[in-house]
């Protein structure tokens, strides 16, 4: 194949274009996004059950729908909650189940179990929930002067309405919303004084505020469609309406159209504000729909009105394009350096081109894969291309030295070197690039958050690779079959390396007559290395600098809309004075984060640029402690998490305490929280068990009731008017619908007292005191439910500090859990904890699957069972340098440091596979096993050293990680060149000692046969 290019120059040419015109195509195309889709298939079921209590809703629907769907196969957890009235149920399966058809299943099981729910309980809602997709920008409207009515309108109705028809924007929410209704207030004091209940008010009002079709007229020569308009036009047309003959409801009520009941609010830098959340359609483009949405957003802030505004609290496109562009950086800077070490080792800029050409080539190639094959260009595929840099040249360079070595030494024509110098080391490269795959390949195939993230990573690595090999065969040849004619002169550094191996020479010489030592340094090294791996820190991945973080805030339940809006203040007032604070958002209450509660709220905090501020983990540090200063309320500050939405909350530690009793778990809760809080390392420690919520218990009195002639759906009905938000149909105003609502003046809605000022009518027309059918109880009782597979839990959370790692935290916590539960109680990881303890099990998989089939490979290619076990002997020698470099940058093992312990595996195996190959072709041309060993270091220590200070070179901008993203590829690199640093140097003496002491060991065998 290689005759064939080497022939064909034009052909080779026109082949390596291609990729580039493809390669380019495809780059102006190809999505760009922060993380790769990972969609866990996630199904909600949320069934709604007027007036009953958390326990019924938990006994009489959450536990019904439970059991009929935990037949469903695939389910990795089934979460619920059950609150007043409410029963949220999650359904979370494996990543293999497609989510159309976990959905159906769903559905099914649920139209079983709505045959056992009670009378009264609405029909569930069970929807697919599209986990892979976290919101892309965070938007608020904000105003000083205008008034709230006048901003809502303009979110809702007119700039919502334009971001939604965005090419590329799948959904737009609203924060912090309330929209405006049709108020109908009534004073029970002065309903009750004219003999009337509110079910009399309710009925007038359903009866003579409504449109309806009223039939048609057939004429002869015309049809006519009657419809009859009764719905009032406006507020005071609403109070003409008639309760009796006498009576009209201005005069026991009042109707007003303004804004819905303030159970949650949003703030811009301290000005109310409205936000809308930005989610982009699944597979397009984070940056280009962001850039189209923020275009708009300028658009719309010059036709709004003075005072009123657009700013932006959240953009994770920002952070995606300086990634990108930090990525393409160290490509470009890890390219030059590679540059600058082929022309130092062979002296001419000629042929440093040629390899260098592979560069652009290759990884070109590999993006017009990965856009044909639906990837994106996000941090995990720009660190496998930053990668490939140091990794693609290698092949070329092997072969390149190999003609020049042809040329230069024996005085070959340029075709007959090229040709020749490619013979030589096709069958190394073969072997080298199989080895290499097939260390990639179990990657593909892992499962979970880890396989789905690195999953893009390795495909891009196996691609480029496999590139980088169909380059070095046929256009590398052809090229250097054509610039070669003269060979370079030599240089210092040319000199100096020609002293450096004739000095290594002596030493491979000294150490073949040494094999004990040599092998007893290269045991010590191993043994220091695993040492080292005990000692560094461990985590799920590394805390990424974005420079924006979430801080989570609580206020004791049952608190008041104005006692966590003063808190909330106050939350405000800590971040705004923080330096390192560019601007900040933030919502509270009812619907915020999905809380059905309004004690509560989170704000979005987004800081200056980097290079004026310390790192994102400090910033948050000095923010806990300004925020534990704030009394009544519970606090956590959360980095934005790789698992994303699916993973819960953004917290390093996250466990489920299961068990059968709720008291009891309370019991287990509180001890929990004085111990963890007590720990060092630990913060924002809290759990999600809330069963004090302030409540009134109404008990009927069942003996009075048939007495007075009333019934238990009366006085629902009667209180659900009173002191709910009892919806009355709709009322219009122009082109727009609104919601109309009944309920008590807001002053009588303030005070228990005033329940017992309510009266009932009863079928003989009296008015009878509530408090004579019913009890009234001040008490607690459970504000939510929770359970986990079936089982009463609650949630452990906690983050924690730099020096604190996460695999400690775990063995002390679930060392904890395992002395102090009583039996009977379980728990589980959930989270991070729960993906970092999968991730290292299935990359320890990966890696030993990786070094079996880099061992069946090279067996198969060699023909023999002993040379590559000769080859994978090399790989422990890394492992010193690795942890080593680890702790000596206090970085952590994580799972992109893994990662690059999988890669130093090919890294090694392949230096192994140049060096052990050319010895087998010597031996086989019948040179002895020392000349051969020898002859084999002359010619093959140049390639090997220069792929491997060209990977260097390519990782070093990585490994000094002062770009944005740096974090999270840091890891990777420094792996790498640690363990190059003790794992090449050992194995250019140990593999050529292994090498003899084996052929010796089969040579005496066969003598003694």
């Known amino acids: 194949m290689y005759k064939f290019f080497i022939t064909r120059p034009v052909t080779s040419w026109m082949f390596m274009i291609s990729f580039i015109l493809l390669g380019l195509y495809s780059l102006r195309n190809i999505p760009i996004d922060r993380l790769p889709d990972v969609d866990f298939p996630t199904v909600s079921i949320v069934t709604t059950y007027p007036g009953a209590d958390p326990s019924v809703v938990d006994v009489n629907v959450t536990r019904v729908i439970e059991d009929q769907i935990s037949t469903i196969s695939g389910i990795e957890a089934i979460t619920s909650q059950s609150f007043s009235g409410i029963s949220r149920i999650i359904i979370t399966f494996s990543l293999e189940k497609d989510i159309d058809v976990a959905a159906q299943e769903v559905r099914d099981a649920v139209q079983r179990a709505m045959r056992r729910l009670p009378e009264g309980v609405d029909p569930p809602v069970v929807r697919k929930v599209d986990t892979s997709l976290a919101p892309i920008l965070a938007i608020l409207l904000h105003s000083k002067t205008a008034d709230y009515q006048t901003l809502a309108y303009w979110a809702d109705k007119v700039i919502k309405r334009d971001f939604e028809r ?543 002639g009333l019934s238990v759906e009366q006085i629902s009905n009667t209180l659900n008017v009173l002191f709910g938000k009892f919806q009355l149909g709709t009322y219009e105003l122009g082109s727009e619908s609104y919601k109309l609502y009944v309920k008590a003046v807001p002053e009588f809605v303030q005070n228990i007292e005033n329940l017992k000022k309510v009266y009932l009518k009863n079928f003989r027309g009296e008015l009878v005191p509530l408090t004579e059918v019913v009890e009234i109880q001040e008490t607690t009782g459970y504000q939510v439910l929770n359970r986990y597979n079936r089982q009463y839990s609650f949630s452990f959370f906690a983050n924690l500090s730099g020096e604190k790692s996460l695999a400690d935290a775990v063995a002390e916590l679930e060392g904890w859990l395992r002395a102090n539960l009583p039996p009977g109680y379980t728990f589980e990881a959930t989270g991070q904890a729960k993906e970092f303890a999968r991730s290292f099990q299935g990359l320890g998989f990966a890696l030993i699957f990786a070094l079996v089939g880099v061992y069946m490979v090279l067996a198969s290619l060699f023909e023999s069972y002993r040379h590559p076990f000769t080859v994978l002997v090399m790989v422990p020698l890394a492992v010193m340098g690795a942890f080593g470099l680890l702790i000596l940058t206090n970085t952590s093992l994580s799972v992109p440091s893994y990662f690059g312990v999988i890669l130093l595996v090919g890294i090694i195996v392949r230096d192994a596979v140049l060096f052990i190959e050319r010895i087998i072709q010597l031996r086989k041309e019948g040179l002895q096993t020392r000349e051969a060993i020898l002859q084999a270091r002359r010619e093959r220590l140049r390639p090997i050293l220069m792929t491997t200070v060209t990977i260097v070179s390519a990782l070093l901008p990585v490994a000094l990680g002062l770009t944005a993203g740096a974090e999270l590829r840091k890891p990777l690199a420094l792996v790498v060149i640690g363990g190059i640093f003790t794992g090449l140097p050992l194995s250019l003496f140990l593999l050529p000692v292994l090498y003899e002491t084996f052929d010796r060991i089969k040579l005496r065998k066969k003598e003694n046969l």
Do not use: C
């Open 166 to 708: 965005i090419d590329g924007v799948g959904q737009v929410d609203l924060g912090g919303f309330r929209d405006n209704v049709m108020w109908v207030r009534i004073d029970p004091q002065k309903l009750y004084s004219r003999n009337l209940s509110i079910q009399d008010v309710i009925e007038a009002i359903a009866k003579n505020h409504l449109d309806a079709p009223a039939g048609a007229i057939y004429g002869k020569e015309r049809e006519y469609i009657i419809r009859l308009y009764g719905k009032a036009k406006d507020a005071k047309e609403l109070e003409e309406i008639a309760i009796t003959p006498n009576l009209k409801l201005r005069d026991v009520g009042y109707a007003e159209f303004g804004e819905d009941e303030k159970r949650g609010m949003a703030r811009f830098m301290g000005e109310q504000a409205v936000a809308l959340i930005i989610y982009k359609q699944s597979k397009t483009n984070t940056v280009a729909t962001a850039e189209k949405v923020k275009q708009r957003m300028e658009y719309w802030n010059r036709q709004l009105p003075p005072g009123m505004r657009m700013d932006i609290t959240f953009d994770s496109s920002v952070f995606v394009k300086d990634s990108v562009k930090a990525a393409i950086e160290e490509i470009i800077i890890g390219s030059l350096l590679t540059a600058v070490v082929v022309y130092f080792f062979l002296g001419s800029l000629r042929l440093t081109l040629v390899p260098i050409f592979a560069i652009p080539i290759t990884l070109l190639g590999t993006v017009f894969f990965l856009y044909q094959t639906g990837q994106s260009l996000n941090t995990f595929t720009l660190l496998a291309l930053a990668v490939a840099v140091g990794i693609v040249i290698d092949d070329a360079i092997v072969v390149l030295e190999s003609i020049y070595r042809r040329r230069k030494e024996e005085g070959l024509s340029p075709m007959e070197s090229a040709i020749k110098g490619t013979r030589v080391v096709v069958f190394a490269l073969l072997a080298s690039t199989a080895s290499l795959v097939i260390v990639f390949i179990p990657i593909v195939f892992l499962k979970g958050v880890v396989g789905k993230l690195f999953g893009s990573f390795a495909l891009t690595l196996i691609v480029a690779i496999a590139l980088s090999y169909l380059v070095a065969i046929s256009f590398t040849p052809m090229a250097v079959a054509r610039l070669v004619d003269k060979v370079g002169e030599e240089n210092p550094f040319t000199r100096a390396y020609a002293r450096f191996e004739a000095f290594f020479d002596k030493l491979l010489r000294w150490s073949l007559e040494h094999k004990l030592v040599v092998v007893g340094l290269s045991l010590v090294s191993v043994l220091v290395g695993f040492q080292f791996l005990r000692m560094v820190k461990k985590e799920f991945f590394p805390l990424v600098d974005e420079g924006r973080f979430l801080v989570r805030f609580e206020t004791p339940v049952g608190s008041s809309f104005e006692y966590t809006e003063q808190k909330t203040r106050e939350v405000e007032e800590v971040i705004r004075k923080n330096h390192y604070v560019d601007r900040f958002g933030l919502a509270m209450g009812q619907g915020v984060a999905g809380r059905p509660t309004l004690n509560g709220g989170l704000a979005f905090v987004y800081l200056v640029d980097r290079s004026k501020r310390p790192h994102q983990r400090e910033v948050m540090e000095m923010m806990r402690r300004e925020l534990a200063k704030i009394r009544d309320i519970r606090v956590s500050v959360e980095s934005a998490g790789i698992i994303g939405p699916a993973g819960g909350r953004q917290v390093d530690l996250q466990y489920v305490i299961k068990g059968p009793d709720i008291e009891e778990l309370q019991r287990i809760s509180e001890r929990l929280i004085a111990e963890f809080r007590g720990r060092q390392g630990y913060r924002d420690v809290d759990t999600d068990l809330r069963l004090n919520e302030p409540q009134v218990h109404v008990k009927v009195k069942r003996e009075k009731l048939a007495d007075l």
